[in-house]
């Protein structure tokens, strides 16, 4: 694999523009300014984490003896909750934070930028070729700088749909989440079982 098609790889797998709907509605109760400074700071995370597992996913793992299965079926669970909030929305937003709290690392930098598929993706790809770091690394980051700028401009969105679209499209998308958390959860588990 060259480094474009493990770019465009890991750009489908972050999917900026599935996850735009759970950023809009996570950061909806902030004002605008207040929004991209979250954001990037969650977008910064993200890499941060991205990077550590490209570097050290295997040793972290290893370490704290979890299973690749583990993290999927973690990741799955947790994207179910949020997706299940998405469709019956309650006050609070997605993450049900009280008025006002911001959202720290969980859940915009990890799953929803940094998931567990990601995280997989990059570990199989260190492994598969480690003397290729550098691209691998450059892959991340590219892929990861457009994500980050596709996010940026959610406001933009925003803008175009209006409140009624977004709610319609972040119900939408809290379908689609339902199923791919589902997936995430049933591969964890049959790779277990294997």
């Known amino acids: 694999m060259d480094t474009l098609s493990a770019a465009i790889m890991l750009f489908l797998i972050m999917d900026p523009l599935g996850n735009m709907p759970v950023v809009m509605s996570v950061l909806k109760p902030f ?26 996913g295997d040793a972290i793992l290893a370490f704290l003896n979890i299973k690749q299965e583990s993290v999927s079926i973690a990741g ?6 949020i997706a299940l909030r998405m469709i019956f929305p309650t006050p609070g ?33 260190s492994n598969q070729a480690p003397g290729r770091m550098v ?27 209006g409140e009624k679209g977004l709610s ?16 995430l959860f049933l591969d964890g588990i049959a790779a277990y079982l294997k």
């Not at 691209?135 to 749909?161: C, E, P, R, Y």
């Not at 119900?171 to 958390?181: A, D, F, K, N, T």
Request: charged fraction near 15%; aromatic fraction near 10%.
């Open 31 to 56: 004002e605008p300014k207040r929004r991209l400074l979250i954001l990037a700071r969650e977008l910064v995370f993200s890499l941060l984490i991205l990077l550590v597992f490209l570097y050290s």
């Open 76 to 81: 799955g669970i947790i994207l179910f909750l």
């Open 93 to 125: 937003g997605v993450m049900r934070l009280p008025e006002g709290e911001e959202p720290f690392i969980v859940p915009l930098a990890i799953p929803m930028i940094a998931g567990p598929s990601s995280m997989a993706a990059l570990i199989l790809l």
């Open 135 to 161: 691209d691998w690394t450059m892959a991340l980051v590219g892929a990861w700088f457009l994500s980050a700028v596709i996010l940026m401009f959610s406001n933009q969105f925003f803008k175009l749909l």
């Open 168 to 183: 319609a499209m972040e119900r939408l998308m809290g379908m689609i989440l339902i199923m791919l958390s589902i997936q």
